[in-house]
Every structure is written in C-alpha cells, then in structure tokens.
C-alpha cells in the first residue's frame, strides 16, 4: 500500500555492537556482498538498515534447520556431481561416436543415455529439470557442431553438421 504508515523504519548504525554482529552473520554466511560492505565500520560509514532487515539478517539459525540443510545440501551436492559427470560423459559420447561416424539421434535416444550414466554413477530418481534442460545444454556445448530439427511427429532430432 502506497502512503502506509506501516511501513519499517530506516535506522541508522549508531553502535560498534550492531556493526559487529552484521560482520559477524555475514562471516557465518560467506556473503561476499556483505563482507565487502563490512570492510569499513558501518557506524563511521554513517550506514543505514531496516530494523526487521537486521534482524532477519543476523537471526541465529537453530541447529536442527542447520543439520537438516546440511544433510539436504549434500544430497543436492551428490546430485549436481552426477549430473555434471553424466554430461560430460554424454558430451564425450557424442564427440567420439556421433561426430566422427555421423549419423542422426533422437533427443529421446540421448536423454535415455544420460539418465542410464546417472544411474549408474547411483542416482536413481532423475529431476525434471534435468530432462528438461538437456537440449539447452546441449546447444550451448556444441553451438554449430550439432544442428537440431523438429520431425513432423514431434520429435527432435540430432544431427551432427557433416551430415547436412
């Protein structure tokens, strides 16, 4: 709402102890943007914050949230590592196989291939996105090595440059 008199208060960083503890959470988040602000002292910088910003910002987590996102981070990171080495392995494929003997793919036919690479590195449930993305991916990595078209079917089809 425009004109609310509800609206937080912007204070201005009066004491060392608040200079402090912002350094402080932003230490224990390795927030380089806010580590860089901190650099100087923000009382002599003549600083200024939103007191629920503040307070957001420098809440303690309670150590049951920081276990479950850390347990949660690692699972995530374990799945980022798989699907990074599955495409490079797949990417290695294309360039080995598909390039040097052209001949045309499915989309189907590769994202078969990358989630069996997936799964054989141990991740058994494949995200969505992952799917999804492949084709970007793909395009990016090869730009005008691969050229993509569409079948009347709605396929997509695979086809490496020498073979146009």
Not at 6 to 12: A, G, I, V
Not at 120 to 138: A, M
Request: charge should be positive; proline fraction near 2%.
């Amino acid at each position: 709402m425009k004109g609310s008199r509800t609206r937080d208060r912007l204070l201005k960083v009066s004491e060392l102890r608040g200079d402090k503890r912002i350094r402080e959470a932003a230490e224990e988040k390795h927030d380089v943007r806010m580590l860089a602000i901190t650099s100087c002292e923000l009382v002599a910088a003549e600083a200024h914050n939103y007191f629920s910003c503040y307070r957001t910002y420098t809440r303690p987590k309670s150590s049951s949230s920081k276990e479950m996102s850390v347990s949660l981070s690692s699972e995530e990171q374990i799945y980022i590592e798989a699907e990074n080495k599955a495409f490079q392995n797949l990417c290695s494929y294309i360039r080995d196989e598909l390039l040097v003997t052209p001949k045309v793919v499915t989309m189907a036919f590769l994202r078969a291939k990358m989630i069996t690479m997936m799964n054989d590195v141990g991740v058994e449930v494949i995200k969505d996105s992952t799917k999804k993305h492949l084709k970007r991916n793909l395009e990016q990595e090869f730009e005008s090595t691969l050229h993509i078209s569409l079948t009347t079917t709605g396929q997509l089809l695979f086809v490496p440059q020498p073979c146009l």
